[in-house]
């Protein structure tokens, strides 16, 4: 049952990060249809049980085909307040990489776009600050 596996899943990742203090990737507050599957509405109070520190929302479609610098306004732009944990893949590819993963060719294009002086420009007059999950510790 995948909601069962889903349960033990947050389970382990959030006893984890509570057991040594370490914040986690976020962890779905509702019911979200994604790259994981669908996550059940039953897990919308878990991260309120736990110490675990996450970002409050996740942002996954800067990916694949639809990379571009109009999306990533476009998710710039929609952001709200809040810590998003935004999922990019940026790299450089060579042959170890093409031999390990399927993820290559857009892998440096979302480098350029994440990297180009006119998005990093966008981030700064969108007021958003770039952290890490280092941030997240208490």
């Known amino acids: 049952n995948s909601q069962l ?11 984890t990060g509570h057991e040594y203090n370490l914040p986690v990737r976020h962890i779905p507050a509702q019911t979200t249809s994604g790259l994981i599957g669908t996550v059940p509405e ?3 109070d878990y991260q309120s049980k736990t110490s675990v520190q996450s970002p409050t ?4 479609r800067f990916y694949g085909e639809a990379v571009s610098s109009n999306l990533l306004s476009t998710i710039l732009q929609g952001m709200s ?9 940026p ?3 060579d042959d170890a990489l093409n031999a390990v993963s399927s993820y ?11 990297g180009s002086p006119q ?7 969108s007021g958003i ?7 997240l510790h208490k």
Do not use: C, P, W
Request: glycine fraction near 8%.
């Open 119 to 125: 998005n990093r420009d966008l981030v700064e007059q």
């Open 91 to 93: 790299g450089f590819v």
């Open 104 to 114: 290559n060719s857009n892998r440096r294009k979302e480098l350029d776009i994440l």
């Open 42 to 44: 039953t897990l919308a």
């Open 81 to 89: 307040g809040g810590i998003t944990e935004m999922m990019t893949h």
């Open 57 to 60: 929302e996740l942002e996954t």
């Open 5 to 15: 596996f889903y349960l033990i899943l947050l389970s382990t990742i959030s006893g």
């Open 129 to 135: 600050k770039l952290i890490t999950f280092k941030s």
